[in-house]
């Protein structure tokens, strides 16, 4: 009998709670933990991926209530927006390890030519040879960039944004479980090198790696993010004629 | 906090305004990046507020891709009939850019004796 009042009551609540914010801010940033939990008790092993972990739970909330990408986004969307403030941030250990940064300016310009010219033609040529269709393939061709900047990236060339959203978040993950058994594998002790390395190929979440690891890593990511954003907006409208 | 929250958000605003009104292919929050280093390097010094506001932002990055990663419910049709194809175009670039960018660098770093200056500073 009591549930007869109970039940219409909850659904009530629920109803009025899913079309807010909060609900979905803070289940975002509960996924996130329960990753972030996960991936220390799992020994902070780089397979164990804390953003893998979240977006998998919330995808599996997402189809178990029925709600859309759009409501869900919209209570997310607070987080999403730190993105800025988060890219503008860098500047903070760029100028405290500047001395150091300096006197790698010409590894750093050389890698950075390197990394971002095969992080395009690869990604593209591979889909294409995979028969990809043409619309996906041009979404993957600034995976290796930072998310605001791919997006931006993919709606002058003509692909889908959303979906370039989704590839550049899988490829950040990829690099961060990858980054640190490929180095000991290539035998690189340089923290310089390896962090650069992972910037260049997976942006913010190969960042947030490797500053788990080390600083100057990290540092030498998050400057290598930065100027694959600046590289890869100006080299993809160019080398996109070259594979159409 | 709240004016080193202020600070990062008036750079991010100056580098939106700069890209647009100048048209550049640059996103505004990389402006931005610049635009705050020059303003480091003015002042010579690093706010502690601003240290620690960026040291939590920076620690917690991998968080800010979370709700556009949920994104991956939109597509799952097309990932689905295409996934092989991105996979592997995904996973072998990704992998093929860090090795590359990787041997570029200790390439160059052992030429230009970079390398010493690092490992000057190691020591130091």
Redesign the interface.
């Known amino acids: 009998m009591i549930t007869d009042v109970i039940e219409p009551a909850i659904q009530d609540v629920w109803v009025y709670l899913t079309a807010r914010p909060l609900v979905w801010l803070t289940v ?2 509960a ?2 933990l329960i990753g972030q939990w996960l991936f220390d008790r799992a020994g902070r092993r780089p397979l164990v991926n ?2 893998a972990i ?2 998998v739970l ?2 599996a909330l ?2 178990v209530t029925g709600t859309d ?1 759009q409501t ?2 919209d209570g ?2 607070f ?2 927006f ?15 390890n500047f ?2 940064v300096r ?6 310009l ?3 030519v ?2 971002s010219v ?2 395009i033609l ?3 040529g ?2 294409m ?5 043409l619309e ?2 041009r979404s ?1 061709a600034s ?2 960039v930072t ?3 791919a997006m ?1 990236i993919t709606e002058q060339i003509g692909g889908i944004p ?2 370039t ?8 993950i ?3 479980m ?2 640190t058994p ?2 000991d594998l ?1 035998r ?1 002790g ?1 923290w ?3 962090g ?3 910037g ?3 942006h ?2 190969g ?3 490797a ?1 788990q690891v080390n600083e100057i890593a ?1 540092t030498f990511a ?1 400057i ?1 993010m ?1 100027l694959n ?2 590289a890869t ?2 080299m993809v409208p160019l080398l996109i004629v070259l594979l159409d | 906090m709240i004016a080193a929250m202020m600070g990062l958000l008036a750079c991010q605003l100056a580098g939106e305004l700069l890209a647009r009104l100048l048209n550049l292919p640059v996103p505004g929050p990389v402006l931005g990046t610049i635009l705050l280093f020059l303003v480091l390097v003015a002042r010579g010094r690093i706010p502690d507020t601003l240290r620690d506001v960026s040291r939590t932002l920076l620690a917690n990055l991998s968080l800010l891709f979370v709700p556009a990663g949920v994104g991956i419910i939109q597509h799952l049709d097309r990932l689905r009939g295409e996934w092989l194809g991105i996979a592997t175009a995904v996973f072998g670039s990704t992998v093929l850019t860090m090795v590359v960018a990787v041997l570029v660098f200790r390439g160059v770093s052992r030429l230009t004796g970079a390398d010493a200056a690092a490992s000057d500073e190691g020591r130091a």
């Open positions: 975002t940033i996924a996130y804390p953003v979240a977006v919330l995808v997402l189809m990408y869900y986004f997310a969307q987080v999403h730190l993105l800025g403030p988060a890219t503008v941030a860098l500047a903070v250990p760029l100028f405290q001395a150091q006197r790698a300016a010409l590894p750093m050389a890698a950075l390197a990394g095969t992080a690869s990604a593209v591979l889909a040879l995979f028969g990809v269709s996906t393939s993957l995976k290796s998310m605001p900047i931006g959303s979906l959203a989704v590839v550049v978040m899988i490829t950040g990829i690099g961060a990858v980054v490929l180095m290539l690189i340089d310089r090198a390896r650069f390395a992972v260049v190929a997976s913010g979440i960042t947030a790696r500053f990290g998050g290598a930065a954003g600046i907006a100006i």
